[in-house]
């Protein structure tokens, strides 16, 4: 994929380039979460029993698991320009249908395009801004990493301010206006491209073991259901069985082989599976314990979104002065010390305290971000980062996924009272944390570029 915009242009045109993407990021992480506070108000409105709607929720995780590995085969054959305008395209005409929707069902099906919109956005978004700017991504990294921080924040919010004053539709109804405006000013602001020179056929044997797998692994993980996540997990299997001998696989395998991409993967994939995953147990011990309201308890997760955001937006200069190993050890010892007061919560630490620490947590996560996806799309040649990108995205989403079912799981199994089953499940999710200093050992010293 050949992108116009170089690093040898201003740092101002890559800021604009960011910003654009930062839009599309946060659309597509954005409506994952806003309809987390109106599922029981769809299900009033649409008279349909809440396990009917609560698909309203899966079928966009679903679809976007499915869409992630093959944004790195769109990208090479259509150019990234190209795909992430339709994906945005494609988000925006399914944020509007939902918003229309006459029936669970519908709303259901509205909510599977939405997913193949979002689900491809935010990759190949990363490819094309790590394309663009080449060497300088260490110093520019904030821009693409922020999203992920802000966006689960601001879901609840918006979705609860809308809610309560507009209905559920408006949920959907509010976004479509940024996705119009994202579309209108992506168009003059992304670089121009053109498809790889060496472009391979889609590899549909691939495609038809992948997207399912990951697909049912992710929603087997999420609901509890045993059948699908085992089903999910012979199909990936059976899909590294069929990468390790297609000349042309959707996600390529051997880019495990250059250290710095591997090394960079299992640190994504642990920080998966225990700093992000417990990201889930902060809304619920706010609400089952604390009674808050989902609204309420996304104002009391902002601190750490604030942490995150800090120091996203100085990571490249702390990327710099410190390099990638120091910084991602020193993140991963901030969100540690910023999760031991939520060990405690059986002796209600108090609020302050809290506070405090999500602060420090957030700040841990940020610096924790920016070395791996610098090291994972730095050590490579930029005409392998749109596959890269896809492979980044299914890792992270796999360990999400495992690390969500096990903490879920633990606080389901742990004593009572609440407080102290989240105590619990925060002290492993502690010890889980821990693992990822294993990897971070690993990290070089300095930039790969």
Same mark, same amino acid.
């Given at each position: 994929?050949?992108?116009?915009?170089?690093?040898?242009?201003?740092?101002?045109?890559? %800021?604009?380039?960011?910003?654009?993407?930062?839009?599309?990021?946060?659309?597509?992480?954005?409506?994952?979460?806003?309809?987390?506070?109106?599922?029981?108000?769809?299900?009033?409105?649409?008279?349909?029993?809440?396990?009917?709607?609560?698909?309203?929720?899966?079928?966009?995780?679903?679809?976007?698991?499915?869409?992630?590995?093959?944004?790195?085969?769109?990208?090479?054959?259509?150019?990234?320009?190209?795909?992430?305008?339709?994906?945005?395209?494609?988000?925006?005409?399914?944020?509007?249908?939902?918003?229309?929707?006459?029936?669970?069902?519908?709303?259901?099906?509205?909510?599977?395009?939405?997913?193949?919109?979002?689900?491809?956005?935010?990759?190949?978004?990363?490819?094309?801004?790590?394309?663009?700017?080449?060497?300088?991504?260490?110093?520019?990294?904030?821009?693409?990493?922020?999203?992920?921080?802000?966006?689960?924040?601001?879901?609840?919010?918006?979705?609860?301010?809308?809610?309560?004053?507009?209905?559920?539709?408006?949920?959907?109804?509010?976004?479509?206006?940024?996705?119009?405006?994202?579309?209108?000013?992506?168009?003059?602001?992304?670089?121009?491209?053109?498809?790889?020179?060496?472009?391979?056929?889609?590899?549909?044997?691939?495609?038809?073991?992948?997207?399912?797998?990951?697909?049912?692994?992710?929603?087997?993980?999420?609901?509890?259901?045993?059948?699908? %996540?085992?089903?999910?997990?012979?199909?990936?299997?059976?899909?590294?069985?069929?990468?390790?001998?297609?000349?042309?696989?959707?996600?390529?395998?051997?880019?495990?082989?250059?250290?710095?991409?591997?090394?960079?993967?299992?640190?994504?994939?642990?920080?998966?599976?225990?700093?992000?995953?417990?990201?889930?147990?902060?809304?619920?011990?706010?609400?089952?314990?604390?009674?808050?309201?989902? %609204?309420?308890?996304?104002?009391?997760?902002?601190?750490?979104?604030?942490?995150?955001?800090?120091?996203?937006?100085?990571?490249?200069?702390?990327?710099?002065?410190?390099?990638?190993?120091?910084?991602?050890?020193?993140?991963?010892?901030?969100?540690?010390?910023?999760?031991?007061?939520?060990?405690?919560?059986?002796?209600?630490?108090?609020?302050?305290?809290?506070?405090?620490?999500?602060?420090?947590?957030?700040?841990?996560?940020?610096?924790?971000?920016?070395?791996?996806?610098?090291?994972?799309?730095?050590?490579?040649?930029?005409?392998?980062?749109?596959?890269?990108?896809?492979?980044?995205?299914?890792?992270?989403?796999?360990?999400?996924?495992?690390?969500?079912?096990?903490?879920?799981?633990?606080?389901?199994?742990?004593?009572?009272?609440?407080?102290?089953?989240?105590?619990?499940?925060?002290?492993?999710?502690?010890?889980?944390?821990?693992?990822?200093?294993?990897?971070?050992?690993?990290?070089?010293?300095?930039?790969?570029?």
């Amino acid at each position: 994929m050949d992108v116009t915009l170089t690093a040898a242009r201003p740092d101002a045109a890559l %800021w604009r380039l960011g910003g654009v993407l930062i839009m599309g990021a946060v659309l597509s992480i954005l409506d994952a979460t806003i309809v987390t506070v109106g599922i029981d108000s769809i299900a009033r409105d649409l008279g349909s029993p809440v396990t009917t709607v609560q698909w309203v929720a899966s079928a966009y995780l679903l679809a976007a698991s499915a869409a992630i590995p093959l944004s790195g085969w769109l990208t090479d054959r259509f150019g990234g320009r190209a795909v992430w305008l339709t994906a945005v395209a494609i988000f925006t005409a399914g944020t509007l249908l939902c918003g229309f929707a006459w029936s669970a069902p519908a709303l259901i099906a509205f909510r599977v395009l939405h997913g193949l919109g979002g689900g491809l956005m935010q990759p190949v978004g990363q490819a094309v801004f790590a394309q663009a700017a080449g060497p300088a991504l260490g110093r520019m990294i904030g821009v693409v990493t922020l999203p992920a921080t802000v966006a689960p924040v601001l879901g609840p919010l918006l979705g609860g301010a809308l809610v309560a004053d507009f209905g559920w539709r408006w949920m959907f109804f509010g976004v479509v206006p940024l996705g119009v405006a994202t579309f209108v000013v992506a168009r003059s602001v992304l670089p121009a491209s053109s498809p790889s020179e060496a472009r391979s056929p889609l590899d549909v044997r691939g495609i038809l073991l992948l997207s399912p797998g990951l697909a049912a692994f992710v929603y087997g993980l999420a609901s509890n259901v045993v059948v699908a %996540w085992v089903t999910g997990a012979v199909l990936l299997l059976a899909y590294g069985v069929h990468a390790a001998r297609a000349p042309a696989p959707v996600l390529d395998l051997t880019l495990f082989r250059d250290k710095g991409f591997r090394v960079a993967s299992v640190s994504t994939f642990l920080l998966g599976a225990s700093l992000y995953s417990s990201m889930l147990l902060l809304p619920l011990y706010y609400e089952q314990v604390a009674h808050a309201s989902p %609204w309420e308890a996304g104002l009391l997760l902002a601190p750490q979104a604030i942490g995150s955001a800090a120091v996203l937006l100085a990571g490249g200069r702390l990327l710099a002065r410190f390099g990638p190993r120091r910084m991602m050890l020193a993140g991963i010892g901030l969100s540690l010390l910023g999760t031991v007061a939520f060990t405690q919560l059986g002796s209600a630490p108090s609020g302050v305290v809290l506070t405090l620490s999500l602060l420090i947590r957030g700040a841990g996560l940020g610096a924790a971000t920016a070395p791996g996806m610098t090291t994972l799309y730095g050590s490579l040649e930029r005409s392998r980062i749109p596959r890269a990108a896809s492979a980044f995205n299914v890792i992270n989403r796999v360990g999400g996924s495992l690390g969500t079912a096990l903490l879920a799981a633990i606080l389901h199994s742990a004593a009572s009272p609440l407080s102290t089953a989240f105590a619990t499940t925060f002290t492993w999710s502690l010890a889980l944390s821990a693992l990822t200093l294993v990897p971070a050992a690993f990290f070089p010293s300095r930039s790969p570029r």
